[in-house]
């Protein structure tokens, strides 16, 4: 091995060791600061080590609504966002390259419109339909821009198509709605949960837009705001920790029923 090469492994090793810990470092301090007896959430001073933080999690009634209230906003998210954004990547891909273009300039601009102005637009157009803010204007004012990840994601997945499966089914007799469920939607699978679990981050991280619809119901960012004016304590931390074990649990679950599958379909 040449000097150049070595030294471009080392590079590209530190490069991918400091990333690792930029992503995960601030992770790993925050599950730390569950454990400190500190009133902060931090892990200096360490002044003992406690598990009062979990039991104090226990009894805040107000951030499990909030947790609640932000499940169910993720839910009904990801049941709009999913079919529409299909349907918006089906069309995209149908057009020609000059329709495609202009079509898909218009479906990005949620995207790149801040989260403020999309809050505060739709709050005052279904003000005037009667509807002044709740889970329901969360639901429509997230899922406008969240719409926009389904269909980049499901459009990613249709150039990879072959559309002659669509036409060796019809060609055998399949109806349009019998192509789209035992060929099309079997392909897209892969891509609707990744959207799904996308949409859902998504939906549970937004602050601005959120913030401004919300009317009396706290999703969990809003409370989590709320508390670092009043007060925020390690038990924060504990909720963010389990959430992390459990996300961690559910990527390791389904990595193993993927590989054990894939042994199975190999072995047939």
């Not at 590209?12 to 007896?37: D, E, Q, R, S």
């Not at 801040?114 to 997230?142: E, H, K, N, S, Y």
């Not at 459990?246 to 054990?260: D, L, M, N, Q, S």
């Amino acid at each position: 091995m040449s000097a150049a090469d070595r030294i471009a492994r080392a590079l590209f090793g530190f490069y991918m060791a400091a990333f690792f810990v930029y992503l995960f470092a601030p992770l790993a301090i925050m599950g730390i600061a569950t454990f400190n007896t500190s009133r902060f959430p931090t892990v200096t001073p360490w002044q003992g080590t406690t598990l009062k933080w979990f039991q104090e999690l226990s009894t805040d009634t107000g951030m499990w609504q909030s947790l609640w209230t932000s499940v169910v906003v993720a839910f009904c998210v990801v049941v709009v966002a999913l079919p529409i954004g299909t349907a918006a990547a089906l069309v995209l891909t149908s057009l020609h390259s000059r329709a495609r273009s202009f079509l898909y300039a218009v479906m990005v601009s949620p995207l790149l419109t801040p989260g403020v102005v999309i809050g505060i637009a739709t709050l005052v157009l279904w003000r005037q339909l009667g509807i002044g803010g709740g889970v329901m204007l969360i639901v429509i004012a997230q899922a406008s821009f969240i719409i926009c990840y389904v269909m980049l994601m499901v459009t990613a997945r249709l150039q990879r198509f072959d559309p002659t499966q669509e036409e060796a089914a019809l060609g055998l007799g399949a109806s349009k709605f019998m192509v789209f469920r035992r060929v099309l939607l079997p392909f897209l699978k892969p891509a609707l949960i990744a959207a799904g679990f996308l949409a859902v981050l998504q939906s549970i991280e937004n602050y601005n837009t959120t913030l401004f619809v919300r009317g009396f119901d706290t999703p969990l960012t809003v409370y989590i705001a709320t508390k670092v004016r009043t007060g925020l304590t390690p038990a924060v931390n504990a909720l963010a920790l389990i959430m992390i074990v459990i996300t961690i649990a559910g990527a390791v679950a389904y990595e193993f029923a993927r590989r054990r599958q894939a042994a199975r379909l190999g072995a047939g």
